[in-house]
């Protein structure tokens, strides 16, 4: 993406990944883990994360929804 | 299309002058000034439409116009802000300041940016101009409801290609923003250091990829509906009026947070430069915008509780619509923290960004009141919704745009504005606007109807009240324009770091910003 940042390693896992996505939906990150998160994450893993959480999201406020309905 | 400038290709050969020039620019100074002035004039025209309708409104009965008329404007109002004043000037901003902040030379599509801006007076043209064709202009409201806007005589052809053409705008700025932040940042300047303001547009620029297109798919399908025989909105041939409110929503969510997250971008520059402190949480802030920006496309149909809806819709939608002030709290809580303990000083784009803290807070809090069903049930379509609305885009998007405006008006015209001038629009504004939109609190629980132009009498008060405040709110933005008529013609020069506390690349270059800057990249540490 960027291409000044082309020699740094982005080759966190998954669930590296995943956590921050996790955070970032809570909106608060510590700067260690941001810092880690910067140079490590790739972000077309963080958006593929983040759709994929979304939907996650979307389909636990559902059950919720069904839990208190019921 | 090449990353490269016109001027560049011309080898700084000096360029077309007076109107050619502006026509024909490919400057992002030069474009980032024509959508400011754009916007500020459809800001006063908006305005003029919004006073009309408090004069009607200041005493029950029909005085100053009629029914028609009035729904009129009431439509015109909103799509002429939204889409004329409060869109536009935040492109003008993001044209401005982006290339300045990352340390790009330009935008990446230069003559497509010159594009974006050309296509918007025409769109006004059209909007405005509908006023005067047979009929009038729109008057189903700017959500532009079937089955009304499919009957509204041709006002409403000429508001649907409008709205075609400054979404075509709002894409191509979009795409442009895009593009520049990803690729033409300066070296150094990875994505983690950009300054906050970039980060927002960015996020905002993915946000109005995704929605406008489906603006115009509903607008298209009102067309057909109207002209060509479909039934897309009319149940009687097989259509759902309420597919439209769907459809319209699902793209007037994420418009929300399209006005208002590049206003949380503005504020976030300013407070750390008044308080002497970085910003605080800058990683929470960034992941809190993109959360916010996700989120946004679960909660449309919180718009739509009052079209019945399967008890599983409401309470999805209210729980949504609850969890997307968290991210929202969280940065409120990082602007305050940032001023903890800072070394605070009020000058006025810090006034305005704190006083824009204060109102928004309060519009995000009446907008969760509103969130919950069974109340939202009974504020539906009454001033209680015109109130929240307007302390969420007035105090929010408007007292940031003013704050951003105080914070770079050195930069882009070389002088620094009137400080008493600028405190007295802080302080008349905040107290008019407060005057105007405060009662209208009172008045929605009280069951006045938004989109009427005559009232029962116990409304009568409140409404005289929020009339004074109006006139008093709309007079004030007058002494705005006469703060940058002064600061363009003269005034104390500005310092390449026009404020002391300020931080970033845009400062480093000289005041007023000269016409091409970082032709060789700065390389940031």
Redesign the interface.
């Known amino acids: 993406?960027?291409?000044?940042?082309a020699g740094n390693p982005r080759r966190a896992g998954f669930w590296p990944t995943l956590r921050?996505v996790l955070?970032?939906?809570?909106?608060?990150?510590r700067?260690q883990?941001?810092m880690e998160?910067?140079g490590s994450l790739n972000?077309l893993a963080v958006v593929v994360a983040?759709?994929l959480?979304?939907a996650v999201?979307?389909i636990l406020?559902?059950i919720?929804?069904?839990v208190?309905?019921a | 299309m090449a990353a490269v400038t016109h001027d560049q290709l011309q080898g700084h050969q000096p360029g077309p002058t007076g109107l050619m020039r502006w026509l024909t620019t490919t400057n992002h100074k030069d474009i980032g000034t024509m959508y400011m002035i754009f916007s500020f004039i459809m800001f006063l025209s908006g305005g003029v439409m919004a006073l009309t309708i408090r004069a009607e409104l200041f005493q029950p009965g029909l005085q100053v116009v009629q029914p028609e008329f009035f729904n009129q404007l009431t439509t015109m109002h909103g799509l002429v802000m939204v889409f004329g004043a409060i869109m536009p000037a935040f492109v003008g901003f993001a044209n401005w300041m982006i290339p300045l902040m990352i340390g790009a030379s330009d935008m990446a599509f230069a003559r497509m940016n010159n594009w974006s801006f050309w296509l918007l007076p025409p769109a006004a043209i059209l909007l405005i101009g509908s006023f005067f064709v047979p009929g009038g202009a729109t008057a189903a409201g700017w959500t532009l409801y079937a089955p009304l806007s499919v009957q509204m005589g041709m006002g409403m052809d000429l508001a649907i290609f409008a709205i075609h053409i400054m979404g075509i705008s709002s894409i191509m700025g979009a795409i442009n923003i895009v593009v520049t932040v990803l690729n033409m940042r300066a070296p150094g300047m990875t994505l983690m250091k950009m300054p906050l303001f970039c980060w927002t547009w960015l996020i905002t620029a993915y946000l109005l990829i995704a929605v406008m297109p489906v603006l115009a798919g509903a607008v298209t399908m009102i067309l057909t509906d109207r002209h060509f025989g479909t039934s897309f909105f009319n149940a009687a041939g097989g259509g759902d009026p309420v597919m439209y409110q769907h459809i319209f929503w699902f793209f007037g969510h994420p418009e929300v947070y399209i006005m208002i997250l590049p206003a949380f971008g503005i504020v976030s520059q300013i407070i750390p430069t008044f308080a002497r402190k970085p910003l605080f949480g800058y990683a929470s802030m960034v992941y809190a915008t993109a959360s916010i920006a996700i989120l946004s496309f679960a909660v449309w149909a919180h718009h739509m509780f009052a079209t019945g809806m399967p008890a599983a819709g409401q309470l999805f939608f209210m729980y949504a619509t609850m969890l997307i002030a968290v991210p929202t709290g969280v940065k409120v809580f990082n602007w305050v923290a940032t001023m903890w303990r800072g070394s605070m000083t009020f000058e006025t784009p810090m006034l305005w960004a704190t006083g824009f803290i204060f109102v928004f807070t309060m519009g995000g809090f009446t907008g969760l009141i509103c969130a919950i069903a069974p109340i939202d049930i009974q504020v539906q379509d009454t001033y209680y919704v015109v109130a929240h609305f307007h302390y969420v885009l007035v105090a929010g998007s408007l007292f940031a745009l003013f704050a951003g405006a105080y914070y770079w008006l050195p930069k882009w015209t070389g002088h620094m504005p009137s400080e008493f001038l600028g405190k007295l629009h802080f302080w008349c504004s905040i107290v008019f606007f407060n005057i105007t939109f405060f009662p209208m609190h009172f008045l929605g629980l009280a069951g006045m109807p938004r989109r009427i132009p005559d009232y029962a009498l116990q409304f009568a008060d409140f409404n005289a009240l929020a009339s004074v405040g109006a006139f008093g709110f709309g007079l004030s933005q007058l002494i705005f324009l006469v703060v940058v008529v002064k600061c363009v013609r003269g005034g104390e020069r500005a310092a390449a770091r026009s404020w002391e506390g300020a931080e970033g690349l845009e400062w480093t270059v000289p005041s007023p910003a000269p016409h091409h800057t970082f032709e060789q990249a700065p390389v940031v540490k």
């Open positions: 993406m960027n291409a000044h940042g921050a955070w970032s939906f809570f909106g608060v990150r700067r883990a941001y998160d910067a972000p983040g759709v959480a979304g999201f979307v406020i559902v919720a929804v069904q208190v309905l």
